[in-house]
Nanobody
């Protein structure tokens, strides 16, 4: 069965860093693009960063460019989000997503989310 398990969230002061991990199982990880989304209270879920496979091409929402880095380890079937210079506006639940388009079908899996709180 497909599982995406996020970890690494927590409370951090402004300017601090966190590294989120998402451990995947139950599907062929290397065939899927991986992304991190976030949802703050009262706001819609937004795409934060994505990484393709193969190729490892990355894309970021403007608000995190230069501060966040997404990476993946296909051997460990894990995707990471390194978050530096965190701001209070980064406070949200962060979700891991796996997506593949094949023969007109979209295969879409989500993790349960991990809370990130940036506050002094």
């Amino acid at each position: 069965q497909v599982q995406l398990v996020e970890s690494g969230g927590g409370l951090v002061q402004p300017g601090g860093s966190l590294r989120l991990s998402c451990a995947a199982s139950g599907f062929t990880f290397s065939n899927y693009g991986m992304s991190w989304y976030r949802q703050a209270p009262g706001k819609e879920r937004e795409l934060v960063a994505s990484i393709t496979s193969p190729g490892g091409n990355t894309n970021y929402v403007d608000s995190v460019k230069g501060r966040f880095t997404i990476s993946r380890d296909n051997a460990e079937t894990t995707v990471y989000l390194q978050m530096n210079s965190l701001k209070p506006d980064d406070t949200a639940v962060y979700y891991c997503n796996a997506r593949r388009r094949r023969f007109g079908m979209v295969y879409d899996y989500w993790g349960q989310g991990t809370q990130v709180t940036v506050s002094s």
